[in-house]
T-cell receptor
Framework: EAQVTQNPRYLITVTGKKLTVTCSQNMNHEYMSWYRQDPGLGLRQIYYSMNVEVTDKGDVPEGYKVSRKEKRNFPLILESPSPNQTSLYFC???????????????FGAGSRLTVL | QKEVEQNSGPLSVPEGAIASLNCTYSDRVSQSFFWYRQYSGKSPELIMSIYSNGDKEDGRFTAQLNKASQYVSLLIRDSQPSDSATYLCAVNSGGSYIPTFGRGTSLIVHP
């Protein structure tokens, strides 16, 4: 089954304790992206990657890191989490291109993170 | 700054009615337009994509695109309570694969 898999789905942690949210896709997609979603603010892009070893900042990158060493994986790293990073996080991927059907994002199930 | 605007709602319609969701965008060179549905606490899923002016129908859903006026809309005919969700509009500019999302419109279909 074609899918984007995120782990963990739920996590409660404390301020300053480094954590990694993993994201893996099995569709050979070039493009991968991380979003956070907060009430009233919609989906905000954190980082994205156009291909292996190519990453770029989105709209809200502060406090986050990413890496893209393999095409299928795009982990999100919070080096020193703070309470304002409490949010619902989504990973998404797509096949890049032009024309009908291209650039449709497939989302993971989401990771709900609470930082105390 | 590319912007995609949606009325946050909630839009409340009775079962069986037509729900009309609207989205405006600021980047004139936008070329790809998407509607995603998101149930509370779940991930967004694609409902419709549209790339050229006019209407595109898929079952009870119709997407309408007017590039001259820079708006895209989603019509849901014969609305069902199961359609109650947040609908996200997303727009890709011509030179970018990166979508810009609106904040979403909450739709409530009441029996």
């Amino acid at each position: 089954e074609a899918q984007v898999t995120q782990n963990p789905r739920y996590l409660i942690t404390v301020t300053g304790k480094k954590l990694t949210v993993t994201c893996s896709q099995n569709m050979n997609h070039e493009y991968m992206s991380w979003y956070r979603q907060d009430p009233g603010l919609g989906l905000r892009q954190i980082y994205y990657s156009m291909n292996v070893e190519v990453t770029d900042k989105g709209d809200v990158p502060e406090g986050y890191k990413v890496s893209r060493k393999e095409k299928r994986n795009f982990p999100l790293i919070l080096e020193s989490p703070s309470p304002n990073q409490t949010s619902l996080y989504f990973c998404a991927s797509t096949l890049l291109g032009r024309g009908d059907g291209a650039n449709v994002l497939t989302f993971g199930a989401g990771s709900r993170l609470t930082v105390l | 700054q590319k912007e995609v605007e949606q009325n946050s709602g909630p839009l409340s319609v009775p079962e069986g009615a037509i729900a009309s969701l609207n989205c405006t965008y600021s980047d004139r060179v936008s070329q790809s337009f998407f509607w995603y549905r998101q149930y509370s606490g779940k991930s967004p899923e694609l409902i419709m994509s549209i790339y050229s002016n006019g209407d595109k129908e898929d079952g009870r859903f119709t997407a309408q695109l007017n590039k001259a006026s820079q708006y895209v809309s989603l019509l849901i005919r014969d609305s069902q309570p199961s359609d109650s969700a947040t609908y996200l509009c997303a727009v890709n500019s011509g030179g970018s694969y990166i979508p810009t999302f609106g904040r979403g419109t909450s739709l409530i279909v009441h029996p």
